[in-house]
């Protein structure tokens, strides 16, 4: 058990890649605060964990709104005492809209979410890890967020800001016992594409062309392993990074 002790945040934990994670984390002792929207979803997730013996809470929090991430990094301290480890996982995605399609109302809902959103919840933890020198952030960007061609424009900037901001909290905090990494994942077998009500302007041929040369899709219990290895103290001298996890995809 490699968590054992661990208070864990899981934002968008609901489904897919969180869900993976936040099972994982509570089969590894964890104790996983569930979050998400769709607070009924996250509380199957949690009576899921304790079925099978973990502990959890489901929380309903909206990322992209300031009261809620308030709300939930206070419910977890309320209910575990702290947090040691927080996963940045809601996100949305707009579906390959390119620059000139784009809205600001479609660019400023993806930022919110998938860029000020983790912003917040980073904001709010810090003052717990940092009274205790210790602490873990994960991110998940994306490799749209390494490389540009394979996402929509407002997705594609919102996770190359993650990763900035994976690598600034990584070294700004260094020396005070906190770690912070960003998974990069490649296409992953998820509901993510109906996240928001945008077809693409291409139709989906257009936009499937870079994914072509994917290998394969990933499962999002293959993304939750390289979550787990981030969070716990193997990783204790990896810090400020991004791991890519997509077969190969983006190695070429
Ligand atoms: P998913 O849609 O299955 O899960 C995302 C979860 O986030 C959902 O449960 C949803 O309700 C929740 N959510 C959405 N907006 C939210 C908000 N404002 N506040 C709180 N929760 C919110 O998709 P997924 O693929 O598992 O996505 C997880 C992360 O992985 C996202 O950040 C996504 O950008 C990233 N990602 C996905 C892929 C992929 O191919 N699926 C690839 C690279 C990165």
Not at 168 to 175: C, H, I, L, P, S
Request: aromatic content about 6%; glycine content about 10%.
């Amino acid at each position: 058990m490699r968590l054992t002790g661990k208070v864990a945040v899981v934002t968008g934990a609901a489904s897919g890649m969180g869900k993976a994670i936040a099972e994982l984390y509570a089969a590894e002792g964890a104790q996983v605060v569930v979050s998400d929207l769709r607070v009924e979803a996250a509380q199957a997730v949690v009576e899921g964990i304790e079925a099978k013996g973990g502990v959890a809470l489901a929380v309903a929090a909206n990322v992209a709104k300031e009261e809620d991430v308030q709300q939930l990094i206070d419910a977890a301290v309320e209910k575990y005492g702290t947090v040691d480890i927080l996963v940045n996982n809601a996100g949305i995605m707009d579906n390959f809209v390119p620059a000139a399609e784009l809205t600001d109302d479609l660019w400023e809902r993806i930022f919110a979410v998938n860029t000020t959103g983790p912003m917040r919840t980073i904001r709010k933890v810090l003052p717990l890890f940092l009274e205790k020198k210790a602490g873990v952030i994960v991110n998940i960007a994306s490799a749209g967020g390494l490389f540009g061609s394979r996402a929509g424009a407002a997705y594609t900037a919102s996770k190359h800001a993650v990763v900035g901001l994976t690598k600034n909290v990584g070294f700004q905090y260094a020396t005070q016992g906190i770690r912070c990494n960003a998974i990069a994942p490649g296409g992953v077998n998820t509901n993510i594409g109906t996240s928001i009500n945008a077809p693409s302007p291409f139709g989906m041929e257009r936009a499937m062309v870079g994914i072509q040369v994917n290998p394969r899709a990933g499962e999002p219990e293959e993304i939750a392993k390289v979550a787990l290895f981030l969070a716990s103290d193997d990783a204790s001298f990896v810090n400020g990074t991004v791991v890519t996890a997509d077969a190969g995809w983006t190695a070429y």
